[in-house]
């Protein structure tokens, strides 16, 4: 059982350059998160789907967009890169039919801009 | 709007001292409280939950009662031991929504 697992685990972009971060959880779970991590700021997230096909912004959705094309996977794509972007990112996972809604988490990936 | 403040850290400890990390939360209805530890290299993962007014969590040793009065939900262990050492996050998701935030965290270290 592997969870939420995410793909890649580091990477490093130049500035202007695009990439996408692959999340895949093996749960049926129906709801999917992408938070990004930043010292003394804790998690903010930055989109989350509530089902396959539909998105919604969260809370810093700016300079990224994501899809929800299949139920287990929910990918995040930088279009440009900025340093601002440099982070790291956490996917996360639960239930429609769990309440409250317990989220589980990925590994994370860091990303470096420069 | 919903919101989660908690205990600025670093905090260090000897091993088998009590532990406390402070949360306060701004939010309207009922929310469920949560407490997430992250160990170092890895994602976060639940240590307890609480989801309605004088609940107590807990969860290898740590405990942690919901207070509406206070709008709080402090972490607590009576022994800490060198394996908690790690990050903790308090956490809320409003009644019925998904919508999680998340405090800034408080790292821990335990010394042997």
């Known amino acids: 059982n592997a969870g939420v697992t995410q793909t890649p685990k580091f990477r490093v972009l130049k500035t202007g350059q695009s990439m996408t971060l692959l999340c895949a959880q093996d749960?049926?779970?129906?709801?999917m998160y992408w938070y990004r991590q930043d010292p003394g700021m804790g998690l903010r997230l930055i989109h989350y789907s509530v089902g396959e096909g539909t998105t919604a912004k969260g809370e810093v959705p700016d300079g990224y967009n994501v899809s929800r094309l299949k139920k287990q996977n929910f990918l995040l794509g930088l279009e440009s890169a900025a340093p601002s972007q440099t982070s790291v990112y956490f996917c996360a996972s639960s239930s429609r039919d769990s309440h409250p809604y317990e989220q589980y988490f990925g590994p994370g990936t860091r990303l470096t801009v420069t | 709007g919903n919101s989660v403040t908690q205990m600025e850290g670093p905090v260090t400890l000897s091993e088998e001292a009590f532990l406390t990390i402070n949360c306060t939360y701004t939010?309207?209805?009922?929310?469920?409280l949560f407490w997430y530890v992250q160990y170092p290299g890895e994602g976060l993962q639940l240590l307890l939950k609480?989801?309605?007014?004088?609940d107590k969590g807990s969860n290898k040793g740590f405990e942690a009662t919901y207070r509406k009065e206070t709008t709080s939900f402090h972490l607590e262990k009576g022994s800490v031991q060198v394996s908690d050492s790690a990050v903790y996050f308090c956490a809320l998701t409003p009644y019925n929504n998904n919508d999680m935030r998340f405090g800034a965290g408080t790292r821990l270290t335990v010394k042997p």
């Open positions: 609480a989801t309605k007014a004088d």
């Open positions: 749960m049926n779970h129906e709801y």
């Open positions: 939010a309207t209805g009922y929310p469920s």
